[in-house]
């Protein structure tokens, strides 16, 4: 039986990480944009993601953890930046990459 390190067994690896926090950051910054009554098309425009994508977060049909994840991110309205940016015509996806990369959620995603 293989024996795991203790950084393994503290951190998350890399590609698990990343397939929670972008998720759930974008999921966030759907519905909020969602709120502020812009369309689902304009929405995947400013997110460059499909409108299909964009349907899918405001289901919320993802998995239990990046719904959880989202929540936090909502909670805490982590997502603003990201919104801000958005509503101002600014490039979003990289607003997107540092929130999902920043500490609060990256140590959230960890405690799930």
């Known amino acids: 039986m293989e024996k795991k390190s203790k950084f393994r067994e503290n951190y998350l690896d890399c590609g698990r990480l ?8 974008r999921a966030a910054v759907v519905h909020s944009l969602d709120r502020k009554n812009i369309s689902q098309t304009e ?3 400013k997110l460059m993601i499909t409108q299909p994508a964009v349907n899918k977060y405001l289901k ?3 998995s239990k953890e990046i719904k959880s994840l989202c ?10 930046p990201a919104v801000r940016a958005a509503i101002a015509g600014k ?4 607003q997107i990459d540092r929130i999902a990369a920043s500490k609060p ?3 959230a995603a960890g405690k799930m």
Request: glycine share 0%.
């Open 91 to 94: 490039r979003v996806p990289a």
């Open 71 to 80: 929540d936090f991110i909502l909670k805490n309205r982590l997502e603003e």
């Open 105 to 107: 959620v990256i140590d």
């Open 43 to 45: 929405i995947a425009k």
């Open 18 to 25: 990343f397939r929670i926090t972008i998720p759930a950051t």
């Open 60 to 62: 919320m049909s993802y």
